[in-house]
């Protein structure tokens, strides 16, 4: 926004402090005057000691006094006034040099006010926090759309690969090529379609209603029951109404991604898949668990990041895209919840989503 150019604000500070001064001198010796008045006489009378002044007399001599002490308190009240404007605004510059900065892109420049708190300090430690989270943000989405690049330039250069071959070698099996690029294509439009659903989550743009995640979960299950019967792998569902407000759209996508992903990251052969809901005084929980490979706290922690996999799918006609886990992160916090990867220690692990309960079934 352009404005026009005015006085600052250590300026506008020692002004301020400066006729503050003045208006409590003047006050001061508005108030003397008036107390003296009581003991001086309208005419000069004789006294043992000589002839009294009268208040013509005193009020000459009180205004030539109370003259350089008017101009005293000025040039303290300016003087002062630009010293403590200038101290108390310092803050204030630190933190403009650090807005300016991450104006222009320095996203690691941090303010770290020193001293004990007050408002400037909570002002600066709450743009610290923000800046560091602009830097996570920032760093997340570069490393995410390179990823995202990486992933749609793989099927796009093997589409390409697949032509070239098919214009070279006219005499080639035309079914196979198509075959190929059918499979091909389609990684690639669940890829797109799996971005943009992020997309979506991450923008918080949806409207929300009542949602039952253990209906979700059901749902969830019987649609993915057939892969988990060629799989070989059991699914047990259990628990409690679980009522949240969301995006029901989104929740079942959330429930449907961990039930995926527990069904292809599981044993080649007699696996099983664990889903419950359960109730907290605030909060419904869903509990998807199931047995697989080990897993390290650290390879855990990473698996909510986009495209990360934690161990090589048995069943790859069901490898989905690498995204699994990273929209069900994102839906979670779109409606303010908590997601937590835990292995198992036999193998497998077990994610924990929580979401604040729906209001009219809030605990009193």
Not at 89 to 112: E, F, M, V, W, Y
Not at 177 to 194: F, G, Y
Request: charge should be negative; aromatic fraction near 4%; include cysteine.
């Amino acid at each position: 926004m352009d404005r026009e150019p005015g006085l600052s604000v250590r300026v506008k500070l020692t002004l301020s402090y400066a006729a503050f001064s003045m208006l409590a001198g003047g006050l001061l010796l508005v108030a003397a005057w008036g107390s003296l008045l009581r003991y001086v006489p309208d005419r000069p009378a004789r006294t043992p000691y000589g002839l009294a002044p009268d208040r013509s007399f005193v009020l000459h001599t009180f205004v030539q006094s109370a003259g350089p002490v008017l101009l005293f308190l000025l040039l303290f009240g300016l003087l002062g006034g630009w010293v403590l404007a200038g101290r108390m605004l310092a803050p204030l510059k630190r933190i403009g040099d650090a807005t300016r900065l991450a104006t222009n892109g320095t996203l690691s420049h941090r303010i770290q006010l020193p001293g004990r708190q007050d408002e400037f300090r909570e002002l600066a430690d709450a743009f610290d926090t923000m800046l560091a989270r602009l830097e996570a943000h920032v760093a997340e989405q570069r490393r995410f759309a390179a990823n995202a690049s990486h992933e749609l330039r793989t099927p796009l250069a093997i589409s390409k690969t697949l032509l070239d071959v098919a214009r070279s070698d006219p005499d080639h099996d035309t079914d196979e090529v198509i075959d190929r690029l059918h499979a091909v294509n389609t990684r690639a439009i669940d890829l797109v379609e799996a971005l943009l659903l992020l997309s979506r989550a991450e923008q918080r743009s949806f409207p929300r209603e009542p949602v039952d995640l253990s209906l979700m979960a059901e749902e969830a299950t019987e649609t993915l029951l057939p892969l988990a019967e060629r799989n070989g792998v059991t699914v047990e569902t259990s628990g409690d109404i679980t009522p949240a407000n969301g995006s029901p759209a989104l929740l079942l996508q959330l429930v449907t991604n961990l039930v995926h992903n527990a069904i292809v990251h599981n044993l080649p052969e007699h696996g099983t898949v664990s889903i419950n809901t359960s109730n907290r005084p605030e909060t419904v929980v869903l509990t998807v668990e199931n047995t697989g490979a080990k897993v390290t706290p650290e390879l855990a922690s990473i698996l909510t990041e986009p495209f990360q996999c934690g161990t090589e799918r048995v069943h790859t006609d069901h490898a989905g895209v690498g995204l699994g886990l990273a929209i069900v992160k994102t839906i979670t916090q779109a409606h303010d919840g908590t997601l937590t990867l835990s292995p198992r220690p036999d193998g497998g692990m077990r994610v924990t989503v929580e979401l604040p309960r729906a209001a009219p079934y809030a605990a009193t």
